[in-house]
């Protein structure tokens, strides 16, 4: 099972800005990628490589995961963009993050690619995991085969405003919605990988939210992608990191309902011996456990502990 890291919110730093990388490296994002695809203009694209090198080697990230967002496979950049990468932070880089994924040969061109530089390197084999962007409809046709393509795939993400313009859907922002369309029109593609990433037992992420300034739009849209279940989102700005961080965090209430449900459970079928019971106004049984152990799971995840009444409450 791949690692299930901590990515509530997921802070995209250009990699050609030094001094934007040193900021993300002290805030308050549980995962910052240096990007060297689109937020890294193509004539700074190879210069970029060694600040982002030198900003992983030299910045004290905490317990960050460290991503790199290389360039797509099919391009002229990526290669490069392993190999120096690697050469030069292999050593502290948690994992590759690969932009327009179209299908699993995508990911096994990585995969072995830092197979190679593992051995050559003398590096942990297979150490370093791999993200999956899934942003145009190849990719989407062929998420459940990407997210099994290589064991170090630790998530599929959402790349939103790609997906729009493949998609040629009429709008020229990603925030907010589409007047003419009555629902969310990005329901179809959240639930689709969603589904993909749960089946292969790994974590999925939303993308960006364009609009920076409009922190309320980018709750709601946070909370959306929650609701399906998501593990967290971009922020492209250090303000959008708390309501992410928010979003995707069970509140302590909730966190203590999940515990009380476990333990009343518990008690219910080891001492009582019967596998359905009321809780207060609510019957639980199996699948409310299941359900109570994703919040305390993810809630212990994000530092949550359960005040004492609430154990107490449910002997
Ligand atoms: C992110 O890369 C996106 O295209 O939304
Ligand atoms: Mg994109």
Request: net charge negative; glycine share 8%; charged share 25%.
């Amino acid at each position: 099972m791949p690692q299930q890291r901590l990515r509530r919110s997921v802070l995209s730093v250009p990699g050609s800005n030094p001094r934007m990388m040193e900021k993300a490296a002290a805030s308050a994002a549980d995962e910052v990628f240096l990007d060297l695809e689109d937020a890294t203009a193509p004539l700074e694209k190879p210069g970029a490589r060694a600040k982002v090198v030198e900003a992983l080697t030299t910045h004290d990230w905490g317990d960050k995961v460290k991503v790199v967002r290389i360039n797509q496979v099919t391009g002229r950049y990526a290669f490069r963009d392993i190999l120096e990468v690697i050469e030069g932070a292999g050593r502290v880089l948690d994992c590759i993050m690969i932009p327009k994924v179209q299908n699993p040969g995508d990911v096994a061109f990585v995969d072995r690619a830092l197979t190679q530089l593992e051995l050559e390197l003398d590096l942990e084999p297979g150490r370093i995991g791999v993200e999956a962007q899934i942003e145009d409809p190849q990719g989407l046709v062929h998420c459940e085969a990407i997210a099994t393509a290589s064991p170090r795939v630790e998530t599929l993400i959402f790349g939103p405003a790609d997906f729009k313009a493949s998609m040629q859907m009429p709008s020229l922002s990603v925030s907010g919605d589409i007047p003419t369309y009555p629902g969310d029109y990005f329901h179809y593609p959240l639930m689709r990988l969603a589904v993909a990433a749960r089946a292969a037992g790994i974590q999925v992420i939303d993308g960006p939210y364009l609009a920076i300034r409009d922190l309320e739009g980018f709750a709601t849209v946070a909370r959306r992608a929650a609701a399906l279940g998501y593990d967290g989102k971009w922020a492209l700005h250090p303000g959008q990191i708390e309501p992410c961080n928010e979003a995707f965090t069970p509140t302590q209430e909730q966190f203590e309902r999940a515990v009380q449900i476990l333990d009343a459970y518990q008690h219910a079928t080891e001492i009582e011996r019967r596998g359905a019971v009321m809780l207060g106004d609510e019957m639980i049984d199996e699948a409310s456990r299941k359900m109570a152990e994703q919040f305390f799971l993810r809630g212990r995840k994000a530092g949550l502990s359960p005040r004492e009444p609430a154990r107490a409450a449910a002997q």
